[in-house]
């Protein structure tokens, strides 16, 4: 199979009128954080239920370890770990009861404690699901995800309604699934997560991948290049120093707001030369800062819009609502 895991080509679901996925094509190899970026409704759930044989596609061919999973789910099922959403789970189940309950569906899985050892859930082996945090219950998941010992893991939202701290967690617990050898595709709304964790990501909008490649790359081709910001002395006169910027091979644009210069362009000497440029004109320098452009700013130059994200900003309004209420209750 040359190290591909999972080939999907020209798939396509629409719900009525909704084309909610529409002619999507991507493999993932062996051994890849493979991730789906993209605001709500973009796609990526009825993506990665298709290709986990969940839901059936209007039309594509998939392939996961060279299985069809509509045509052979039972020989795919143990091969692939799925995360449940957090709904699926009864919370008056202890954690070991639902691991046992999982572990029955398998003909071969793994041990149970040592599973809840290895996500750090064993000190909450008889806490009931009710009681666990957003975090560990996430834990959970995943240690649910692996009770088959699979070589590819779905993660979907994993870190959803999670704080920074749970989230960057998780974010470890993922890279682990990795170096175990294990191929793992996610979606997120969070561009930082795809950014940090993912070897490759998918840009997915309205059904379709707008952009497929790894995080530094997409960036590299998208991120409009390095931005310089240069904070000088208010009563500075610029003019001069504009146009001399503006004449280095390295510079793509200067422009003037305020107190600052904000210089672009691709070149890793940008910085360097531009100050040494304002030295040499006796511009007096405030303060020098470079900003390096982000998947938001990927996203945004691809579609034209900034990436919203509804579900995740209202959890995350009503998350620090509970926490203020918290403090002050
Ligand atoms: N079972 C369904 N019935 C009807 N429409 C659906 C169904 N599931 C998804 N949709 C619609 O299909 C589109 C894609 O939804 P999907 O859940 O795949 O997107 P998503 O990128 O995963 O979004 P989210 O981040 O909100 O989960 C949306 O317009 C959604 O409303």
């Known amino acids: 199979m040359s190290g591909v895991v999972i080939e999907v080509e020209d ?14 094509s991507f493999s993932v190899a062996e051994g890849e954080i493979f991730g789906f970026v993209g605001p709500n409704g973009a796609g990526k759930t009825t993506t990665i239920e298709c290709v986990e044989g969940l839901r059936r596609p209007d039309q594509g ?25 957090q709904s699926e789970v009864p919370d008056l189940l202890r954690v070991h009861e639902v691991i046992g309950v999982f572990s029955a569906l398998y003909p071969r899985s793994v041990n149970g404690d040592a599973l809840l050892a290895r996500v750090g859930l064993e000190h909450r082996r008889r806490a009931r699901v009710g009681r666990l945090s957003g ?9 649910l995800a692996l009770v088959s010992d ?3 893991v779905f993660l979907d939202e994993l870190t959803t309604g999670l704080d920074p701290h749970a989230r960057r967690q998780m974010w470890n617990e993922v890279r682990r699934l990795r170096e175990d050898g294990r191929t793992i595709v996610l979606s997120t709304h969070f561009m930082e997560e795809a950014e940090r964790l993912c070897d490759r990501v998918a840009i997915v909008d309205r059904g379709r991948i707008v ?27 610029v003019s001069g120093a504009v146009h001399a910027l503006q004449a280095l091979p390295e510079v793509a644009g200067v422009e003037h707001r305020g107190h600052e210069l904000v210089v672009t362009g691709r070149e890793r000497t940008l910085a360097l030369r531009a100050v040494a440029l304002l030295a040499e004109q006796h511009v007096p320098v405030v303060d020098v800062r470079t900003e390096q452009p982000t998947l938001d700013d990927i996203f945004v130059a691809l579609t034209g819009r900034p990436m919203e994200t509804e579900v995740s900003d209202a959890r995350g309004v009503s998350e620090h609502g509970e926490r203020s209420r918290g403090v002050a209750g």
């Not at 061919?61 to 959403?85: F, S, W």
């Open 61 to 85: 061919t998939i392939r996961v370890l060279g299985i069809d999973p509509h045509r052979d789910p039972y020989r795919l099922r143990p091969l692939v770990g799925m995360q449940l959403q």
């Open 150 to 152: 699979p070589k590819v």
């Open 211 to 237: 952009a497929l490649d790894s995080p530094q790359d997409l960036i590299h081709r998208f991120g409009g290049g390095r931005r310089l910001v240069v904070e000088v002395a208010p009563e500075a006169d």
């Open 135 to 143: 975090g560990e219950k996430q834990r959970l998941f995943i240690a």
């Open 11 to 24: 798939l396509r679901k629409a719900y009525g009128p909704v084309q909610a996925v529409d002619r999507i």
